[in-house]
């Protein structure tokens, strides 16, 4: 199913994460995202306490913030934005909905698949749905993971009345936390990262 477009409305994404650091895979995501679901504004938006996972590191999030200005500097319509961070405590995707919701706007919420099959466990799921339309990637190739993918649309259209559409682009094998595992080991990360996203970790000391 389509979801309704009106030129009068400004459609925008929601591209949330811990960013740490950014990666290729997360600006190729980018670009399918706004491409495909025609965005006029992606707000790219580090968490400051991400209320789904437990961080394995220790930086400054204005560094998180910085590598993301470098690492989607060159998509236009790309708005790296501090909200969360200035917000501060855990990031509950239901107040930056409600920040960014306008009369003139449609939200579309850009999730990886883990994060797409937890989407009603999330903190007041209710009103995400009702603020936003769901949008999902796939990362992995796995059969039994698109079943379960299947049966989660079934239950948000159901329960939710929930328009869900999927951004279609192959997955890119790359991980945050693989890149801090391979700096920690001193390997190269500079296929993985912006090269200024990479000059940026070297000459911040990050994630050794």
Known sequence: MN??????IRRVGIYGGTFAPPHVGHVEAARAFMKQMRLDYLFVI????????????DIDPMDRLAMCDLAFSGIDGVIVSDLELRRG????????????????TRLFLFCGTDMFLTLDQWYQA?????????????????????????????EYTE??????????TEPIEISSSLIRKTLREGGDISK??????????????LFR
């Open 192 to 205: 993985m990262v912006d090269p200024k996203v990479a000059m940026y970790i070297h000459d911040h000391g």
């Open 46 to 57: 580090p968490a400051a306490i991400p209320p789904h996972k437990k961080l394995d590191f």
């Open 159 to 168: 329960k939710y009345n929930a328009i869900v559409r999927r951004v279609v």
């Open 89 to 104: 405590g855990v990031s509950y995707t239901v107040d930056t909905l409600r920040e960014l919701t306008a009369p003139d």
């Open 126 to 154: 209710e009103e995400i749905f009702k603020l936003c339309y769901p949008i999902y990637i796939r990362r992995e190739n796995d059969p039994f993971i698109t079943n379960k993918i299947l049966k989660k649309i079934g």
């Open 3 to 8: 979801t309704p477009y009106n030129e009068n």
